[in-house]
């Protein structure tokens, strides 16, 4: 049995992860009650509908508006401090956050990717936008595993 190698993309490979892991976030809000959806437990700082808003605001932040240039303009302390957002309206935003993070990531070229990243926060300074794309895969998913850990807990 024979393996077919393609050619290493990143572009195209980051995109692809962050495409798969907003669909499964969609699922997973999906999954909550409305009521659960902001509810934390002892030890666990943030709810799963604070994390999704966060990685939201994160994504369309960093790659839509800073490398899309698409305009978004971040409020990161509502992304902790909000509550009031209903499950459809937070799988929306999820929604508006995957067209806006497809778009720029379509639209990035390799050439881009040694650049340095612009509005990047202090400890990331002068880093490349290749660099921070990893970053962002790297955050997105260390905050799935605690949505998708709190939401069992909930559920259970």
Known sequence: MSIEMKPFDFILDAREIIMRDLDDLIIEVHAMAEYDLWRSV???KNSVGTLAFHLCGNLRHFIGSVIGNDGYIRKR???FSRQ???KDDLIQEIRL????????LSNLTNVQLCEVMADTPPQHKGRTVGFFLMQLLCHLSRHRGQLNYLRRILLA
């Open 42 to 44: 002892p030890g666990i």
């Open 77 to 79: 302390e509502e992304e």
């Open 97 to 104: 956050t995957r067209q806006a993070v497809d778009k720029a």
């Open 84 to 86: 009031d957002i209903s």
